[in-house]
């Protein structure tokens, strides 16, 4: 979970974009990085093989205040979407402190978000961890698009446990900060909540 830095007086938190292949987890964390503050923000870091990609970068948002003195940095990840890539996606799980889970909002796409999904749950309980005890928000991303389901039908198929939910452009940024300043409220809550 979070990483305590005492001589930085940091406590690091890691955010992972989950979701099916191409339903935009790459599109918010490039939106973000482009829109921080460059005195706020690390490297942004891809991690690629000839099939697959995986960004992270680090951020310190000033708005969000401190924890007993300490400053609270938050690490984002994508994980790549493709099923078959499951060890990176464990692998990125490892140490997560919240989920944002990226649905396309496609017709088409509701086998492949109900998949992912499906997956995330199986690959949280291998590390003992599970949904309804980590923070977890959902963005139905590709609002834009003329074919989507209508968002209470996503939330049907996907938002069982009722958690929030972001309707999203991510490649114009819409729903983007929204869903991120969610679950970094809802980790800082926790993270209080456990000093």
């Not at 938190?13 to 918010?28: A, Q, S």
């Not at 890539?85 to 909002?105: E, N």
């Not at 991510?170 to 909540?193: H, P, Q, R, S």
Request: net charge positive; hydrophobic share 40%.
């Amino acid at each position: 979970m979070s990483f305590i830095n005492y001589s930085s007086r940091e406590i690091s938190c890691k955010i992972v974009y989950y979701g099916p292949g191409l339903c935009g987890k790459t599109t918010n964390l490039v939106y973000i990085y482009k829109k921080i503050n460059p005195d706020s923000k690390g490297k942004m870091i891809s991690l690629a093989t000839e099939t697959e990609r995986t960004l992270f970068f680090d951020f310190l948002p000033l708005a969000l205040g401190s924890i007993k003195g300490f400053k609270v940095r938050f690490h984002l990840y994508t994980v790549p979407g493709q099923i078959f890539y499951d060890a990176s996606r464990k692998l990125i799980l490892r140490g997560v402190d919240g989920v944002i889970f990226v649905g396309d909002s496609q017709v088409e796409r509701m086998e492949a978000n109900l998949e992912s999904m499906d997956n995330l749950g199986k690959n949280l309980k291998e590390q003992g961890l599970n949904l309804d005890d980590i923070p977890f928000v959902i963005q139905y991303n590709k609002q834009d698009l003329p074919n989507v389901v209508p968002v209470d039908e996503l939330n049907r198929a996907l938002n069982p446990r009722k958690v929030p939910h972001f309707e999203a452009v991510a490649a114009t940024g819409k729903g983007v900060f929204d869903t991120l300043k969610e679950i970094a409220k809802i980790v800082i809550f926790e993270l209080k909540k456990k000093s």
